[in-house]
């Protein structure tokens, strides 16, 4: 359990995928480039055995905006996107009409 105060710390927010590419000599990374509004920000994802680069440009995904980065193959990862996992596989999450990117998730 954490109290409501260590999860009013998370910040969570809607960003929009701007630029996808598969990482180079992986199976599973793809670097994003995601715009959350007033900010660019890039992250690395293990979701290229699930989804094409293409079909997720333009997609509003919420992400974790305030995690400590992570480099992934040399790249350095900015966030986590919030996915479900269903029997292993990433089921992107996203808000029911567009909003505008950098919308504070509550």
Do not use: C, W
């Amino acid at each position: 359990m954490i109290s409501f105060d260590e999860f009013k710390r998370l910040e969570l927010r809607i960003g929009e995928i701007k630029e996808v590419e598969k990482v180079p000599n992986t199976d599973k990374l793809l670097r994003l480039t995601i715009d959350v509004g007033g900010e660019t920000r890039q992250i690395v994802a293990g979701m290229a055995e699930y989804f094409e680069p293409a079909a997720l440009i333009g997609r509003q995904v919420p992400l974790l905006m305030n995690l400590e980065p992570k480099k992934f193959r040399g790249i350095e990862s900015h966030g986590m996107i919030l996915a479900v996992d269903v029997e292993g596989r990433p089921v992107l999450l996203q808000p029911e009409k567009k909003v505008p990117p950098g919308s504070i998730i509550r």
